[in-house]
Nanobody
Framework: QVQLVESGGGLVQPGGSLRLSCAAS????????MGWYRQAPGKERELVAL??????NYAESVKGRFTISRDNVKNTMYLQMNSLRPEDTAVYYC?????????WGQGTQVTVSS
């Protein structure tokens, strides 16, 4: 059974940094695509960053500020977020594509505010 647990969210001032973690269990391998998504109040869930065997992809709004990575020994994916802006405020979810389905974590709140 695939399980994902996010952590690392919180309140940060504009310009600050946070690192999100996503601990995965359930036979997750390095070839399984993983990603970070976010959903702000009143908006649809959107892709933030993807990590696959072919490389990393980012939404235009976070390019140059966010970095996605994974530690395959620890089965953990990360999202390093720098130069945070109020518009980055959202619930952040991690996801993995496995067995023809997409599995989601429970989400972690990120709030960027002074």
């Amino acid at each position: 059974q695939v399980q994902l647990v996010e952590s690392g969210g919180g309140l940060v001032q504009p310009g600050g940094s946070l690192r999100l973690s996503c601990a995965a269990s359930g036979n997750i391998f390095s070839i399984d695509p993983m990603g970070w998504y976010r959903q702000a109040p009143g908006k649809e869930r959107e892709l933030v960053a993807l990590i696959t065997g072919d490389g990393n992809n980012y939404a235009e709004s976070v390019k140059g500020r966010f970095t996605i990575s994974r530690d395959n020994v620890k089965n953990t994916m990360y999202l390093q977020m720098n130069s945070l802006r109020p518009e980055d405020t959202a619930v952040y979810y991690c996801a993995v594509r496995k067995y023809g389905a997409t599995y989601w974590g429970q989400g972690t709140q990120v709030t960027v505010s002074s």
